[in-house]
């Protein structure tokens, strides 16, 4: 039989068990460095140590004959695509003309061809187009190329996938990338949609950072370079390039920028997480105050009878729940 003190210990541990397990399942890791932080988020900026070696494969890998074999892992790869449509209704428009090119996350181009390809539409769907696209399409002899192509919508969207893989073979690691390239997504989502499933959900939208630009710094926005606006696809793309590269270079602070802000946040995010982890320690100690608190109090309240019981049932093949023999029990 259990005494009352060995039937209040069996309940504590009981408690502290459950307790303890709660608090290291918790979602939240108090205890973690932030290293693993940067590591476990492909888009937290590593530290310079940790992107050299990756930089410089990156870039030798762009100046061999061969590209980059699909083993290759590029330096946190960006995917820039810019569509020619028939007009701005993702519902009922169609992509017309496609281009893509692929960086590196320091914006070096690693084919400088890019996959280019334009998808047939008849003219019951080209007559279709409002008067800019109609004007534009047709000066710029997109809408002859459009007629005249003898790709589906299908084909071009399995080869600018294949090309993708070439460079970019693991899914949800390259991120698209383009101005505006939100509309461009809108259509691939329904008329390209194995190729947004490859990329990764987020975007870098450089109109974003224009119009950040615009409000922020307006002297600075004042003096960036023209665009030809000559609106192809892949003029286009490479304007976006430049043009985050512009930004880059004039108004984004570079790493050497922040290094010191960098160094200061870390110490600083350290030491929350340390206080973070005390709260939770001290949280769980007085939960397991309470517990032994208020399982004492159950046990005072119960009479030697019923308390024999409780003893009897936990009893299993003749031995109790601190793995003692039940006969060697006795109750006080």
């Known amino acids: 039989m259990f005494s009352r003190t060995q039937t209040a210990k ?14 290291f399942n918790s979602p939240r890791n108090f205890l973690r460095p ?7 988020n492909p888009y937290l ?25 699909a083993k ?19 519902v009922n428009d169609h992509i017309i003309e496609i281009c893509c090119i692929i960086t590196d996350g320091n914006l070096n181009i690693i084919d ?15 007559d279709k187009m409002d008067e800019w696209c109609t004007d534009h399409h047709g000066s710029s002899g997109l809408t002859d190329k459009v007629l005249a192509s003898l790709k589906t919508r299908k084909q071009v969207e399995a080869e600018l996938l294949d090309y993708i893989k070439k460079y970019i073979p693991d899914e949800r690691k390259g991120i698209l990338a383009g101005n505006s390239v939100h509309m461009d997504r809108l259509f691939m989502l329904r008329e390209f949609p194995k190729v947004t499933q490859h990329l990764f959900y987020r975007i870098i939208d450089v109109s974003t950072i224009m119009e950040v630009c615009f409000r922020h710094n307006a002297p600075l926005a004042s003096v960036f370079p023209k665009k030809k606006a000559a609106h192809t696809a892949k003029s286009d793309i490479l304007e976006s390039i430049a043009q985050l590269r512009w930004y880059q270079n004039n108004y984004l602070k ?13 110490k600083e995010l350290e030491a929350e997480r340390a206080a973070d982890a005390a709260t939770a320690a001290a949280s769980t100690a007085e939960s397991l105050k309470t517990a032994v608190k208020d399982a004492a ?20 093949k003749g031995k109790s729940s601190n793995n003692e023999p039940c006969k060697k029990q006795r109750l006080k």
């Open 34 to 40: 932030i290293s693993s932080f940067r590591s476990s």
């Open 10 to 23: 069996s309940s504590v541990v009981r408690c502290l068990f459950k307790a303890r397990s709660q608090h």
């Open 72 to 90: 290759t892992k590029l330096f946190k790869p960006i995917v820039w695509i810019d569509c020619e449509m028939t007009g701005l209704d993702h």
């Open 297 to 316: 109090k159950t046990i005072a309240k119960q009479p030697k009878k019923k308390l024999a019981e409780i003893a009897s049932s936990n009893c299993e």
């Open 112 to 126: 400088e061809e890019g996959y280019e390809s334009v998808v047939h539409y008849g003219a019951d769907v080209m």
């Open 45 to 69: 900026k590593p530290r310079m140590s940790e992107t050299k070696d990756s930089q410089s494969s990156s870039l030798n890998g762009a100046a061999s004959s061969d590209a980059v074999s």
């Open 254 to 266: 570079d790493s050497d920028e922040t290094q010191a802000f960098v160094e200061k946040r870390d």
